[in-house]
């Protein structure tokens, strides 16, 4: 321990900084500089811990109590290395470890500002770390714009942790039986981010968005408040005479319509396809999984009437070069808009349509005309069968058993629609 004449002092302090004299400088009752360089040191206490080593005896320890500059962010005077000094030996007396409790202290800071992180931040965070896994930036799009519209305005700002169900209710009760789908929706993805914010420890109890036992006592049943809403589909006997006025449309939309149509694919699979995905020699076009509903590649069969669709659009390609998109859109390098299809039955005064909805056409034709095994006709669509036992031994894709199906569905919309004459009395002269 320093004598009372050697301790630190103020001028002594600088001049040690100063020259750059490396090494601790006691100050007494085991507080000290430790200069490392020319302007640089920190303050030090050294104490006796209530820890034990193996042998039994007190573990001495060492506690930074801060820079030596005082011009810096965490730098202190002698006087306040001081004070800060004997705030620790306080708390030996009373028996507390002050490194124990310092660390304490900043993990309980610590969670006090992630208690306080807002709806806001904890949706952003909680997308950005499923992005990854739904692989599809439409998807991400969506939740941000879902909760952008009916969730930020009441919950946006408010802390996880302050959430309770009341809050929920009133993002829900104004849409929950005007646009049931969406709020079911919106319900759905406010409980995910809650689920996400208890899980990173910031925010503690039951999710006040679940559903069974919670909402579901505060808010009516879906089936209640509106009906399933469907597709509009054409009917599957009506395809063959819409398939001939359709062809009567220029266009790439419309031509990306009728492929649509006999592939019975979805319309972002359509408008996405890339040649390096078409094998026009094999009449296959491979959809990879990244674009796929399902996150699985899908092979789909390509009948000589979808082929035909694309020999146009194949041989303006021969004069270009790289990977494009088989129905590009009005700018280069972009596909089709995912509104072009639907632009297309506007003006041919179908409104009643979507063209989601060819895809059901298909299946009801599948279905009820024709032979083919249900399992081919749920590959054709590219659905999971939700048949756990059944999906198990469906290891294979059934491609050749859906080359017949395309085949024959392409055939039975190609056939032009039956015309009947109007009858004329027959006037017999003498």
């Not at 939740?143 to 302050?162: E, F, I």
Request: proline residues 4%; positive net charge; contains cysteine.
């Amino acid at each position: 321990m320093a004598r009372a004449g050697d301790r630190l002092t103020a001028t002594r302090v600088k001049s040690l900084l100063d020259k750059g004299q490396v090494g601790r400088h006691p100050d007494g009752n085991r507080l000290y500089l430790v200069v490392t360089g020319k302007g640089r040191g920190w303050w030090m206490l050294r104490y006796m811990a209530e820890t034990r080593s193996k042998s039994g005896k007190p573990l001495s320890r060492e506690m930074g109590l801060g820079a030596a500059d005082p011009d810096s962010v965490d730098g202190y005077t002698l006087a306040e290395a001081r004070d800060r000094a004997d705030q620790a030996r306080r708390l030996l007396r009373d028996g507390i470890d002050p490194l124990a409790q310092r660390k304490a202290d900043e993990a309980a800071k610590k969670r006090e500002a992630e208690m306080r992180r807002t709806f806001r931040e904890a949706a952003e965070a909680c997308i950005a770390a499923k992005a990854p896994e739904w692989g599809n930036e439409k998807h991400a799009a969506q939740w941000t714009a879902t909760l952008t519209t009916y969730a930020y305005p009441t919950l946006g700002d408010l802390p996880v942790s302050a959430i309770a169900m009341e809050q929920v209710k009133d993002v829900l009760a104004p849409i929950w039986t005007k646009k049931a789908e969406t709020a079911r929706r919106v319900r759905g993805r406010i409980e995910a981010v809650l689920d996400y914010a208890t899980v990173h420890g910031w925010r503690e109890g039951p999710n006040p968005a679940r559903w069974k036992g919670n909402l579901a006592l505060a808010l009516a049943k879906k089936s209640k408040v509106a009906k399933v809403e469907h597709h509009a589909a054409l009917p599957w006997k009506e395809v063959g005479a819409f398939l001939t006025t359709l062809q009567g449309q220029s266009g790439t939309a419309a031509r990306a319509l009728e492929f649509l149509i006999l592939t019975a694919a979805r319309t972002g699979e359509v408008i996405g396809a890339r040649w390096s995905e078409i094998d026009l020699a094999g009449a296959v076009w491979t959809v990879p999984a990244d674009r796929m509903k399902a996150g699985k590649e899908h092979r789909i069969p390509l009948s000589a009437q979808s082929l035909a669709v694309l020999a146009p659009f194949a041989a303006a390609r021969a004069e270009g070069e790289g990977d494009g998109f088989v129905f590009p859109g009005q700018f280069a390098g972009k596909p089709l808009s995912n509104m072009a299809m639907l632009k297309v039955l506007e003006r041919m005064k179908r409104t009643d349509l979507t063209v989601h909805g060819f895809r059901s056409t298909f299946r009801d034709w599948a279905g009820e005309a024709t032979h083919h095994p249900r399992e081919v006709i749920e590959h054709a669509l590219a659905h999971l069968l939700k048949d756990k036992a059944e999906a198990a031994y469906a290891r294979g894709d059934l491609f050749q058993k859906r080359i017949a199906l395309m085949k024959d569905w392409a055939e039975f919309c190609s056939k032009a629609p039956a015309t009947v004459s109007e009858l004329r009395p027959v006037v017999v002269t003498a």
